[in-house]
């Protein structure tokens, strides 16, 4: 079973936040009172001071931690290589601004980082003596449209298993396992007014792979409205969905897995995921021995209550887990 641990990110409860309804304590408060056992912290948004990290932030967080008994885990950095109006950061700022975030989170105790693709492998690797340094493990993000064995993943496994370090791995989303259209999309497209019968042609072409351009010529021939048509967008997009999760592929990344952030658009009352087959996907990370934390983290998209989705999320990982 190996040493599963169940936390959340706390970007679950952006909706109160955003509205003034949780400031950060509160968000730390509700994912203890939801049962989690760590949480992550999305740096840019919930960090006082960010892109810094002063005195006072880290006293902040750590009398949180003594008055909740749960301590952050995983710094969420963001790879911000368009900051520049001009042009791309180099891959020098990229690493500069990568290294700035790891300070941080060694300064906030959390033992693990999120990084994001935009930092291209060649950059990627050369945080591997810094993260060493100060003992954060730091994870490429996986999340769709990208999945463990897409070339651009594999492009940084390669280097990962040629340079030998056990502090740069990666940190798939749940997201990037979706076997069936994304519920709270759907559904907005239905409420939009789609018609039904070319929703179901769009998902049935996303599962044949047909390339998108074929598959917007299609449903304009077949009069589909701007309602399918966004709808088609998102599927060929960030909630892409295949007939099978990539497991093979899991498998392989595995003994380089930093932390998964177990995603959910929408769980019903009786704990299942409407478009992720976490029942599938939970034992191959269980049974491989995995040492290390499933956050889960709620995409706040179709208006749901966020607390209790997160809850129900953090129960369906528990139960799926430790039946």
């Known amino acids: 079973m190996g040493n ?3 936390g959340c990110i706390l970007f679950s409860f952006t909706a109160g936040y955003i509205k003034g309804d949780l400031d950060l ?3 730390i408060r509700a994912a203890k009172g939801l049962g ?3 949480y992550e ?5 919930m960090l006082p001071h960010y892109p810094f990290l002063t005195d006072e932030d880290v006293s902040l967080f750590r009398s949180y931690t003594e008055k909740y008994s749960i301590a952050p885990h995983c710094y969420a950095a963001n790879m911000d290589k368009g900051l520049r109006h001009d042009r791309d950061l180099t891959d020098d700022e990229m690493v500069a601004m990568a290294l700035r975030d790891i300070r941080n989170a060694a300064r906030l105790g959390c033992r693990a980082m999120r990084q994001q693709w935009m930092m291209p492998p060649r950059a990627f690797i050369r945080l591997a003596p810094y993260a060493e340094s100060y003992d954060v493990k730091v994870g490429i993000e996986i ?3 990208a999945y463990p064995s897409c070339p651009e993943m594999l492009e940084y496994l390669e280097l990962i298993e040629a340079c030998g370090t056990r502090h740069l791995g990666f940190i798939p989303d749940f997201g990037c396992f979706a076997t069936r259209p994304n519920k709270p999309h759907w559904d907005r497209a ?3 007014g789609a018609q039904p019968e070319l929703l179901e042609l769009a998902k049935q072409m996303r599962y044949e792979d047909v390339p998108q351009p074929e598959a917007v010529r299609r449903l304009q021939d077949a009069g589909a409205n701007g309602a399918v048509m966004a709808a088609l967008a998102g ?3 960030f909630v892409q969905f295949r007939a099978n ?6 498998r392989r990344i595995l003994p380089y897995c930093v932390e998964f952030h177990g995603k959910v658009h929408y769980i019903s009352e009786e704990l299942e995921e409407a478009s992720i087959p976490y029942a599938t996907v939970l034992p191959v990370i269980a049974q491989s021995g995995f040492d290390g934390y499933i956050m889960a983290e709620y995409e706040n998209e179709g208006g749901y209550d966020e607390i209790e989705m997160t809850r129900r999320a953090v129960a369906m990982i528990r139960g799926l887990l430790y039946p």
């Open 4 to 6: 599963v641990k169940i």
């Open 25 to 27: 304590e509160g968000c």
């Open 36 to 38: 989690s056992e760590g």
């Open 41 to 45: 912290i999305v740096a840019t948004q």
């Open 143 to 145: 999340h769709n449209p």
């Open 190 to 192: 239905l409420a939009n």
């Open 235 to 237: 599927m060929y997009g």
């Open 245 to 250: 999760p990539d497991l093979d592929g899991l």
